[in-house]
């Protein structure tokens, strides 16, 4: 959290803030950080806080903030800056992870703080806003994804906890991260780390950072490069058959009568007997198999990733110093959700008459992994490339205390999403034979030959009849900022101070999918339109620092946004003022309170009407009709899913709100310290895309009575579920499609407490320790939906999958060239699956341990997970665990070599 400097004058002295699209968050004074391993404990410090912009000589401020060092990436067990960030106390939202499934970006990492979504939370690169993802998260929410930040250049990360849009501007309601790269370094280091676990997933990591200093100049320099294996649900026992607690077989060869539901005769399964590893049978008339869904599934994705950085800073004289640097990666990522599937005419009616037999059929194909050359072979393949740049010149202003920056930072993303084995659009031709025409109701006609359903295809085969689509997204970011700060004049407690800054940007995205698929080159391929926009911004803000006494100091701080579109803008002011008031050394009181802003994401705003359909849907409704429960019902995670339809809304509204935090900081020995703090965070405005499973058990609940169904929430959930009418001769009473479009919610509330405690003690014998424990309680989170709707408990929700609270506590020992560390998590109580009630907290447990071979050679062993726990959860049915908030992948281990020239 601290940042210590040297009292003479260096290159690295300059301590001032600085940000691209926000007040400069004051750790950007980590241009100097180096000197924090070179000066000893009675050297002249001074220390720069996170959460402000004005320098003060206080270990923490008004609002708390928690720092992850680059050590403790290694020690705690964490693969890099989102590992670390994921296990946050703070951050107890769900999210949808490169390793969720059916997601709309398996390519990236984000991260819910509060509970209140990923893009809730403004996430920084040395101080400077990044480009979004090219693709928004859950296909709504823009967010930035750190999954590939180059760990070998992490220095720390800090994480600012309480809502601070009134020195940073729109996204920072639920906090700010900040992921503060190195800036000095000192020779050459390399290191190397290898590991897995026992079934799947082995991974490979090569570092290489260096840096050198020549006078005036320095460069700091580092490169990493990595690749994992994909783990897959059938090297999982517990989930390599979705048939294992009763559950009925997934259909992967079917001839249905359309009108009765019955399916007809295929003439046996033996054809097909060899297919999914041999566990094709025969159930009345169809051909089912228990591994069609686990073969096909990654729940860890292929991932390479080659990702570098490039630092240099040059001091023109002692008052002016030039500054720029570069961060960019190349990622391969890799996954599998299923396997191809073809229903006979699915792009009209579903269904066609069979002239041979007089009656309406429906055929039914999945395609095992013999057929398409292997699971692989079927692969979505992300192909993302990254580049943020940064640039300016800072400085003193003469001889008075005031420092100066002007600073240019641009940022690129581009993502290339291939998909394989997509069916071409002549493959009912291919099954069925050539078309006959149609009947009075224009339902197609064929005369097909059953034989050519049930005979397995060869790769070549299946290659004649699937092609490839490519889509290219892009995103973008420029900003223009000049800031300043110094002392105003002195107080008797001493001085006053001033930090003011200035910046414009633009920023844009486009969303491009392939061609081929409106020209209808693939089969029952939902047409799409290119989208995509651009608007710029401009904000000026300030921050004063009042010392009142020797035991008070008050901050007061105010900023105005706008943004603009070609043909409207959005504008704002928000303000904050906080106090940190001192009775005695040892005890800090503190408070916070703030107004917030966000402008509405770029997605919602431009985004064109979009047609498709989830990978897999659960129709409550259905079940409740049929009495069945969730883990058994028939109409549970249906794949594919129900289709959808996506638009945006330029009338949306920008959020708006306020958030306050008050406790103390106790530290009565330099030995053991404590802190307890409230926060407290309301939204209004929210403006969100409903999520359609929420959408899907609202309409459940309101059409069985649960909620009144003449209660806007249940209006609304029953209008956007469009229903065939009860009375069609096919499919009666099946999702047609959901309609999905953001509104302006009235209000979320979250509310909660965070402690923290260090207790460190010396033994000459067994050397030092370091117990530390981060918990958060979440008290409160509430959602209203509209303003004559009841609040909705999340605390309560049985479909809400946010954990309720956190607690990591890890003990580390040092002994000469011997250090190990333990930590244990402690993930609080989430609804099964069933929503009937609640798992059992979650607990692991990471170990790792270090020595040191030579003074430049040091080997490390770390194990994730030592026991080897994985959260089970046979109550929603397949895959059999919580996906999305634990792993499956049990114990985890690797060997890492570092070394240093």
Not at 243 to 264: I, M, W
Not at 408 to 418: E, H, I, V
Not at 424 to 453: A, E, H, K, M, W
Request: with cysteine; charged share 20%.
């Amino acid at each position: 959290m601290v940042y210590v400097m040297p009292q003479q004058f260096t290159p690295s002295r300059y301590t001032f803030p600085l940000s691209a699209l926000a007040l400069a968050l004051a750790s950007l004074s980590t241009q100097g950080y180096a000197a924090d391993s070179s000066t000893t404990a009675d050297a002249p410090q001074q220390v720069t806080v996170t959460g402000s912009r004005i320098s003060r000589a206080q270990k923490e401020g008004a609002t708390s903030v928690t720092v992850i060092t680059s050590a403790e990436l290694e020690k705690k067990g964490y693969s890099n800056a989102f590992d670390a960030l994921n296990g946050l106390t703070q951050n107890t939202g769900f999210t949808q992870g490169a390793d969720f499934g059916n997601t709309f970006t398996p390519a990236a990492n984000a991260i819910s703080l509060r509970g209140l979504g990923p893009n809730h939370t403004l996430t920084l690169i040395d101080g400077h806003r990044v480009a979004d993802y090219p693709v928004p998260y859950d296909g709504s929410e823009n967010f930035v994804n750190l999954a590939n930040i180059p760990t070998a250049m992490v220095d720390r990360i800090e994480i600012l906890n309480g809502g601070a849009s009134a020195i940073y501007g729109s996204d920072a309601i639920a906090g700010v991260v900040n992921i503060i790269l190195k800036k000095k370094f000192d020779g050459v280091e390399v290191n190397v780390k290898g590991g897995g676990t026992s079934h799947g997933g082995e991974n490979l990591r090569f570092q290489l950072s260096g840096g050198k200093t020549w006078d005036d100049l320095n460069l700091v320099y580092g490169l990493e490069v990595s690749g994992r294996n994909p783990i897959w649900a059938r090297q999982r026992d517990f989930m390599s058959d979705r048939t294992r607690l009763g559950e009925a077989p997934t259909v992967v060869l079917g001839r249905k009568d359309a009108e009765s539901g019955k399916y007809l005769n295929l003439g046996g399964c033996n054809s097909a007997a060899g297919l999914f590893g041999g566990s094709v049978s025969s159930i009345g008339n169809r051909c089912v198999s228990g591994k069609a869904s686990p073969d096909f599934w990654t729940v860890q994705t292929l991932n390479q990733s080659e990702n570098g950085y490039f630092s240099l800073d040059y001091t023109l004289n002692e008052h002016t110093q030039l500054f720029g640097n570069l961060l960019f990666g190349f990622n391969h990522t890799e996954n599998n959700t299923r396997g191809p599937s073809w229903t006979s005419a699915a792009n009209s009616t579903g269904y066609f008459l069979n002239q041979a037999t007089g009656g309406y059929e429906s055929w039914t194909k999945r395609f095992a992994p013999e057929e398409v050359g292997g699971v692989d072979h079927t692969n979505k393949e992300w192909d993302d490339t990254s580049a943020n740049v940064n640039f300016g010149v800072r400085g003193d202003i003469g001889d008075s205390t005031w420092k100066y920056e002007t600073a240019y930072s641009g940022s690129t993303y581009t993502s290339k999403a291939s998909v394989y084995g997509r069916l071409l659009s002549g493959i009912d031709t291919y099954f069925l034979g050539p078309q006959l025409g149609v009947d009075p109701d224009g339902v197609p006609i064929y005369n097909p030959n059953v034989n050519r359903l049930s005979q397995p295809l060869s790769p070549t085969e299946f290659q004649s009849i699937s092609g490839r689509s490519i889509e290219r997204d892009k995103s973008w970011l420029h900003t223009i900022s000049a800031s300043a700060n110094g002392e105003l004049f002195d107080l008797p407690a001493g001085a006053v101070k001033l930090a003011g800054v200035a910046e414009y940007g633009r920023q844009g995205f486009s969303n491009t999918p392939d061609a081929l698929i409106n020209q209808g080159a693939f089969y029952n391929a939902s047409k799409t339109s290119s989208y995509g926009g651009t608007r710029t911004r401009q904000a000026v803000g300030t921050e004063l620092f009042i010392p009142v006494s020797s035991l008070l100091n008050v901050n007061f701080s105010g900023r105005y946004d706008r943004y603009a579109l070609s043909d409207s803008s959005i504008d704002k002011f928000t303000y904050g003022s906080s106090f940190e008031f001192r009775p005695m050394k040892s005890l800090l009181f503190r408070g916070n309170y703030a107004s917030s802003f966000r402008a509405p994401d770029m997605n919602y705003l431009y985004l064109k009407e979009q047609h498709g359909y989830y990978s897999n849907t659960t129709d409550y409704w259905r079940c409740k009709q049929a009495g069945q429960p969730l883990s058994t019902c028939d109409f549970n995670n249906m794949s594919p899913g129900a289709n959808y339809t996506l638009t945006g809304n330029q009338a949306l509204k920008p959020e708006d709100g306020k958030s306050f935090g008050f406790g103390f900081v106790w530290s009565p020995t330099k030995k053991f310290d404590l802190s307890v703090d409230y926060w407290d965070i309301t939204i209004n405005n929210l403006v969100t895309n409903l999520d359609a499973d929420k959408i899907l058990r609202n309409e459940a609940d309101c059409r069985s009575g649960i909620r009144d169904i003449n209660s806007s929430l249940c209006q609304d959930a029953i209008s956007r579920v469009v229903r065939n009418p009860d009375n069609a001769v096919v499919d009666a009473g099946v999702i047609n499609h959901i309609n999905i479009i953001p509104i302006n919610a009235a209000r979320e509330h979250v509310a909660g407490v965070d402690l923290v405690g260090k207790l460190r003690w010396d033994s000459e014998d067994f050397g030092n320790f370091l117990w530390t424990t981060n918990y958060t309680q979440v008290v409160r989170h509430t959602y209203q939906q509209s303003g004559d709707d009841p609040k909705d408990n999340y605390l309560a929700d049985l479909t809400n999958t946010d954990w309720p609270n956190k607690l990591n506590t890890s003990l580390t020992w040092n002994q000469d060239k011997v250090s190990s560390t333990v930590l244990l998590s402690r993930n609080g109580k989430i609804p099964n699956g069933e929503q009937t009630g609640y798992l059992k907290p979650g607990v692991t447990v990471n170990w790792s341990a270090s020595y040191k071979v030579t003074p430049k050679a040091t080997v490390s062993l770390i194990v994730n997970n030592v026991f080897n726990t994985i959260k089970r959860d046979d109550t929603g049915g397949w895959p059999y665990y919580p996906v999305g908030n634990y792993s499956p992948f049990g114990r985890q281990g690797w060997l890492e070599f570092n070394y240093h020239f």
